[in-house]
Each structure stands twice: as structure tokens, then as C-alpha cells.
């Protein structure tokens, strides 16, 4: 189970950082947990905002289009330097034809550029995380400027400052990846859109170390079903 392998590199993380990154790591997490992030987030029956975005491939995407094909299942990423966010998109290409089967399409959401293990690599990061990057993802991953649609969706948060301490000892170049210096990242939710554009079902754990399952998802696209 994803969330399984999620408390795995939780505790490899614990055994093997120096003790002052895992407590950067804990505190940064606590802070994010305390957000009110679930109160303001998009629920179950509200009207999924519009929009229009640009996929890894350089194509232009909107709602209505995916909508026009059934149900729409939307993931919002923090970007491909974020181990729990690796799994994530792992977990769903490899079951995505279970989600595909169901009639529903899948995609994900991240405010970072196509260009991220480039990036990466040219700022310096480790070898050891860049080797993890997803790549050859088999669903659209559309390309949120600004976190602008992550806000929509009520979900943008700005990383507390224990956190981008973290990314900076990695070399992680939130600018050159997102394009932007502000340290704004979407909370980790998985919502099921229905044809009509409405939120059939909301996962929101407003803890960037929980992520929805691909059975949660599957069980709310047969609800939806029938």
C-alpha cells in the first residue's frame, strides 16, 4: 500500500539524516499540520474551478475537455524533488488502468515546470535523489503556474521556513523549478470531479506524508457509478 511504503521512507529518513534535518523535518511538519487548509479546501458537492493549463508535453488542457470523457480524478503534487510525491506518481501509473477501466481519466497537478530532473541535476542535487524521480509519468501532468488552481482549490500553503531551510541543504532550486521564489505548494489532495463538474469526493490530509490510495479512489468512482 502507498501509505505503507510512505511510513518506510518516513523511518529511513529518521535512521539515517543527521538529528538536526530530522527535527527540521518534524517541526516543519507539525507546522503544516496545524494549517487550516481542510476548512478551506474544496468539499465534497462544490463546483470545480475551470481552467486551463499546459501538460509535460507542451499541450493545452481545460476541464470541460476531460469532462466530456466522464469522471475526472485530479492529484495536486508538491514536485519531483519530494520522495512521498515519487511514490505517489508511482503507485497511480502502475494501476492507472484500474482508474482508466472505471470510464474516469486521471491527472496531476504541480506548480513545477517539465523540465525538473534537468533542474535537478544542473543545481546540484544528489545523485542518490535524482536516480528516484518519476519519469515517463502515462497521464497528463499539467503544469499549475503560481500554485493559481491549488488556490482555487483552497489547498496553496507557503512552506514554514524549517522546510525551505531543508530544500536549500539539498540544493533543491524552488525558483528554477516553479519559477517562482515564494515557497507556495499545493496540500498533497485527490479529488473525483463528476461530469457536471462537481466534487463527488475530496481527499484531503493537510499532512504532506498522507496520500489518497488507488482502492480509496477506485471505491468513490463506483459510488459514483452507481
Known sequence: ??????????????????????SLIEQGAGEISALDIIERALQRGDVAPTFELTNQNGETKDLQSYLEQ???VITFYRGAWCPYCKLQLKAYSDRLTDITNTGATLIAVTPEKSNALDTLVETGV???LTDMVTTDIPFDVLHDADS?????????????ESHQQLLNAFNVNVEKLNGTNTYT??????????SNGKVAWAFIPNNYRKRAEVDA????????KS
Do not use: C, W
Request: no cysteine; proline share 10%.
Open 1 to 22: 500500500m502507498l501509505n505503507e511504503q510512505i511510513r518506510e521512507t518516513i523511518q529511513m529518513f529518521r535512521d539515517n539524516l543527521p538529528p538536526e534535518m530530522t
Open 70 to 72: 466522464g469522471p475526472l
Open 126 to 128: 544528489a545523485k542518490e
Open 148 to 160: 493559481h488552481l491549488a488556490t482555487q482549490f483552497g489547498l496553496q500553503f507557503t512552506l514554514p
Open 185 to 194: 505548494f499545493p496540500d498533497p489532495a485527490t479529488y473525483v470531479i463528476d
Open 217 to 224: 479512489i477506485l471505491s468513490a468512482l463506483d459510488e459514483l
